[in-house]
Nanobody
Framework: QVQLVESGGGLVQAGGSLRLSCAAS????????MAWYRQAPGKQRELVAR???????NFTDSVKGRFTISRDNAKNTVHLQMNSLKPEDTAIYYC???????WGQGTQVTVSS
């Protein structure tokens, strides 16, 4: 059974930082391409960042230079470090092993102005 458990969300002021974590089980994590998506109210879910099994990363333009993604294959965990947060980063953030239908339950990130 696949489980993806996100944590680390919360309320933060603009300019602040948060670190999201996703603990995965039930998948062969070491070969999985992992991604973080987000969905703001009234908007479609969008890709924020992804990291390949070899550690290559890419980011949506709006977060480049502010967010980093990393993975710990020994702990089956992927992290999203979010710095210089803006109110427009407010959304529910989801962990997702790409090319699968599995999603975590999401963690709320709220950035106040």
């Amino acid at each position: 059974q696949v489980q993806l458990v996100e944590s680390g969300g919360g309320l933060v002021q603009a300019g602040g930082s948060l670190r999201l974590s996703c603990a995965a089980s039930g998948i062969i994590f070491g070969i999985a391409q992992m991604a973080w998506y987000r969905q703001a109210p009234g908007k479609q879910r969008e890709l924020v960042a992804r990291i390949t099994s070899s550690g290559s990363t890419n980011f949506t333009d709006s977060v480049k230079g502010r967010f980093t993604i990393s993975r710990d294959n020994a702990k089956n965990t992927v992290h999203l470090q979010m710095n210089s947060l803006k109110p427009e980063d407010t959304a529910i953030y989801y962990c997702h092993p790409e090319w699968t239908n599995y999603w975590g339950q999401g963690t709320q990130v709220t950035v106040s102005s």
